[in-house]
């Protein structure tokens, strides 16, 4: 079984929904994935079932429509556009946070669970990290969660522990 066939079955159809948002995201360009899926594209992947995507502002009311017309329900944040198909497990984010907004400048072709997609530099997704993790609004276990990655990474690449706070760096 390939690792999309793999992640296909465990999120009940989410390979399909992942290759078509990123193909509606190719079609207005202007974007990069962030968040879990990233990581994975830099260091040894973990198994997630969210894909959060920055996308240009100008792009989001056209990506809205494009995913209603794809048979997504879409649930809107304050700060993200949720999607998601009935009866897949994938959550599909589109962050609003505008502090995500340059990321799309540096933003590099890699591979996604198999599929071409943009993703977000190192510096840039470590940055991305650093924001989620220092977030006190967030779950604890969602802060534990980027804490992790963000130590996986800097354990893969010494390059970003200059990026960490002292409170991440003692840990390595």
């Not at 078509?20 to 990581?39: D, E, N, P, S």
Request: charged letters at 30%; a neutral charge; proline letters at 5%.
């Amino acid at each position: 079984m390939t690792a999309q066939e793999a992640f296909d079955a465990a999120s009940k159809g989410g390979f399909n929904d992942l290759e078509t948002v990123l193909a509606l995201c190719r079609k207005h360009g202007g974007y990069c994935v962030i968040g879990g899926l990233a990581v994975n594209t830099y260091v040894r992947p973990v198994f997630t079932m969210d894909a959060d995507i920055v996308i240009a502002t100008d792009k989001l009311p056209l990506m809205r429509a494009d995913l209603l017309a794809a048979g997504f329900a879409l649930h809107e944040e304050e700060w993200s556009l949720n999607a998601q198909r009935q009866d897949s497990e994938l959550r599909i984010q589109f962050t609003k946070d505008p502090r995500y907004q340059p990321f799309l400048a540096a933003a590099i072709p890699a591979k996604v669970l198999g599929c071409e997609a943009l993703v977000a530099s190192l510096r840039d997704l470590v940055t991305g990290k650093l924001l989620a993790w220092s977030d006190p609004k967030r779950r604890l276990s969602k802060r534990k969660k980027d804490e992790a990655d963000l130590i996986r990474l800097a354990e893969d690449h010494p390059e970003v522990r200059a990026l960490l706070p002292d409170e991440l760096r003692r840990q390595l």
